[in-house]
């Protein structure tokens, strides 16, 4: 609830939050991120890669998402801030992604077998800092 938490004395934790990878189904051209099931998802791209579309979103919120290229090389056609969507309270709108790096969007990598690590950060409604964390993973 946003509330601190005051811990005294100082206290080690020893174990770390372990979740799945959230697996992505992409539908035609889109792909919907749900953040509310967990903070890294994955998504074999199997056409043209048009629109992310985040969904329940909780301002201060981490993820990281990876796109594969299982078996032929797709594209992201719209690879600008218009790509992404995020919801917000009155509804779907462009999502504002500041890229690092001068705010290009990437262009995802086009190889067969490859997959790209993206993570983002939303930091007000419908704001995200965008972050390539590697491409061409093999």
């Known amino acids: 609830d ?3 938490i005051t811990i005294s004395p100082p206290t080690t934790f020893s174990k770390s939050i372990i979740q799945p990878s959230g697996a992505i189904t992409q539908s035609s051209s889109a792909i919907t991120v749900d953040w509310s099931a967990g903070n890294f998802f994955t998504a074999n791209l199997t056409a043209t890669l048009d629109t992310v579309q985040f969904q329940n979103v909780t301002v201060g919120q981490r993820i990281l998402l990876r796109l594969n290229q299982p078996v032929a090389a797709q ?3 719209n690879n ?3 790509a992404f969507r995020g919801s917000t309270a009155t509804g779907t709108s462009n999502a504002d992604v500041r890229w690092a790096g001068g705010g290009t969007p990437p262009t995802i990598t086009a190889g067969t077998n490859t997959g790209d690590l993206f993570g983002f950060i939303c930091i007000a409604e419908a704001v995200y ?4 964390v590697g491409q061409d993973i093999k």
């Open 80 to 82: 600008d801030s218009d």
């Open 129 to 132: 800092d965008g972050f390539v």
């Open 2 to 4: 946003g509330s601190a």
């Open 75 to 77: 594209t992201w056609t």
